[in-house]
């Protein structure tokens, strides 16, 4: 291995790879449906997320607290957002699902508060609005776009750190999530090793491919001696 921890590796990620790359490597390996949907896009082309998942599941609500006697988390504003938000740890990544598109999943205070945490992103399976508090922050946040509609009597956190769904996508807690302009991937912790590994030659070997390519070869000459393209 060529990295000794998480910070080494996040930090290897950012530098050297990109999501295309590390999609690339997955589909070698048989799997073929780790992206999530296109519709989810970062606030500003240059951001990057990489970190482990701190999976979040919402649920759509009809007010902002609606009593029941056989659910308490009904009768909480925002449900278990706030404790989920409280849960972050270094290096993870708030990625949510499971509610309807139609209000905003993330905003500004959530982000200071990831921040504080030592999250590294938020990736949510709807809307976020704030953006230019999120921007002043400059928190990696994946989503829909902005919509300033707020979740509060319409959405809440009903489970963290649980198996998510997104997009046909199955996410555990602490697989690798690595997004950019391109798109944001999933990749399971039980394979990363191997991935990270081959995305990292992958990569290092595009770009003798490209210094070929520039310099005169052709497409087919190129395939045929680096295997790449």
Request: proline share 5%.
């Amino acid at each position: 291995m060529i990295w000794q921890d998480d910070d080494e590796l996040f930090q290897l990620i950012k530098s050297e790879l990109f999501s295309a790359v590390v999609g690339d490597v997955m589909d070698k390996l048989g799997y073929f449906h780790q992206f999530l949907s296109p519709k989810i896009v970062p606030l500003q082309d240059n951001m990057v997320v990489v970190g482990r998942a701190m999976p979040v599941l919402e649920a759509d609500s009809f007010g902002e607290i609606s009593p029941s006697q056989k659910n308490p988390i009904m009768s909480k504003p925002f449900g278990l957002m706030l404790e989920a938000l409280d849960d972050l740890q270094k290096n993870e990544v708030y990625i949510c699902t499971g509610s309807s598109p139609e209000y905003a999943l993330w905003g500004e205070l959530m982000s200071a508060r990831a921040l504080q945490c030592g999250a590294v992103g938020a990736v949510v399976d709807g809307y976020s609005r704030d953006t230019s508090g999120i921007l002043e922050l400059g928190f990696p946040t994946f989503s829909y776009g902005r919509y300033a509609q707020d979740q509060g009597p319409r959405g809440k956190v009903i489970d963290y750190r649980v198996p998510i769904e997104m997009n046909g996508v199955w996410i555990n807690p602490g697989d690798i999530i690595f997004g950019d302009r391109d798109g944001v991937c999933v990749i399971p912790r039980k394979i990363e090793k191997d991935v990270m590994e081959a995305a990292l030659e992958k990569a290092r070997g595009e770009k003798v491919v490209l210094k070929a390519i520039q310099n005169g070869m052709s497409a087919t000459e190129a395939f045929a001696k680096y295997g790449i393209m």
